[in-house]
C-alpha cells in the first residue's frame, strides 16, 4: 500500500484563511521541495493551485537571490534575479516585477517546449514587503531537508498509516477499501 507523505518545515498564516506551506514530500522516486498556498474556510480546506515544486538542492540559490533583493529593494525593478533549470522542458525562475499596481517576486516556472514558451500557472507570488518572512521559511526547509531520502517518508507514511484506524469500511468503493485497514485486519491477513 503506497500511502502518501510529506514533511512541512514551515507553516506561515498570510490571513485567518490562507496560509503558505513550506514542505518536502516524495514523489517519482524522488524527494521534493514545495511551496504551496493552502485555503481554511467552511467551503474549502486544503491546497490551492497556487504553488511550485522543485528539487530541494535549488533551496540555497533561491535563498542567495532573495537575500540579495532583500538588500536591493528600493532599487529592484522588473528583473530576472535567478533562473535554474528543472528539466529539459522548464526552469525556475525568480522575478521581480510589477503586477497589478503592486511590486513583488514571482517564483514561478518557465516552460520551453515547441507548443509554448513562457510563464506557466504552476509559482507562487509575495509582496516584497514579506521577502524576510519568505526567507525565513526557506531556511527553515533547508534545516529540514538535511539528511531526507526515501526511507524518511516510507516511516512517516508507515507511522501515518498506523495513525489512521478506520474499522468500518462502510460505503467506501471496495477497490478502495485496502486503503483503510487497521492493524489489527493487517495482522489477520499475515496470519
Not at 513550506?22 to 521534493?32: A, E, N, P, S
Not at 474556510?41 to 493551485?49: A, F, L, M, Q, V
Not at 513583488?104 to 514579506?130: A, C, H, M, V
Request: proline share 4%.
Amino acid at each position: 500500500m503506497k500511502v502518501y507523505s510529506e514533511r512541512v518545515a514551515a507553516v506561515w498564516e498570510v490571513t485567518p484563511a490562507t496560509e503558505i506551506l513550506f514542505y518536502h514530500d516524495f514523489y517519482k522516486g524522488k524527494v521534493w521541495a514545495n511551496i504551496r498556498k493552502f485555503s481554511k474556510s467552511d467551503r474549502y480546506t486544503g491546497p490551492t493551485r497556487a504553488g511550485i515544486k522543485f528539487p530541494p538542492e535549488f533551496l540555497p540559490k533561491i535563498i542567495e537571490s532573495l537575500e540579495k533583493a532583500e538588500k536591493r529593494k528600493d532599487s529592484l525593478g522588473d528583473e530576472e534575479l535567478l533562473r535554474l533549470t528543472k528539466n529539459n522542458f522548464s526552469d525556475l525562475v525568480i522575478q521581480a516585477s510589477i503586477y497589478k499596481g503592486t511590486f513583488g517576486i514571482d517564483i514561478r516556472e518557465w516552460q520551453k517546449s515547441k507548443q509554448y514558451t513562457g510563464w506557466t500557472k504552476k509559482g507562487i507570488r509575495l509582496p516584497i514587503e514579506y521577502t524576510a518572512k519568505f526567507l525565513d521559511c526557506l531556511k527553515k526547509m533547508i534545516r529540514a531537508s538535511e539528511g531526507l531520502s526515501e526511507t524518511s517518508f516510507s516511516d512517516s507514511a508507515e507511522q501515518a498509516a498506523k495513525d489512521v484506524n478506520i474499522s468500518d469500511t462502510t460505503g467506501i468503493p471496495k477497490k478502495f477499501e485496502g486503503l483503510f485497514a487497521t492493524e489489527e485486519q493487517d495482522e489477520n491477513e499475515t496470519n
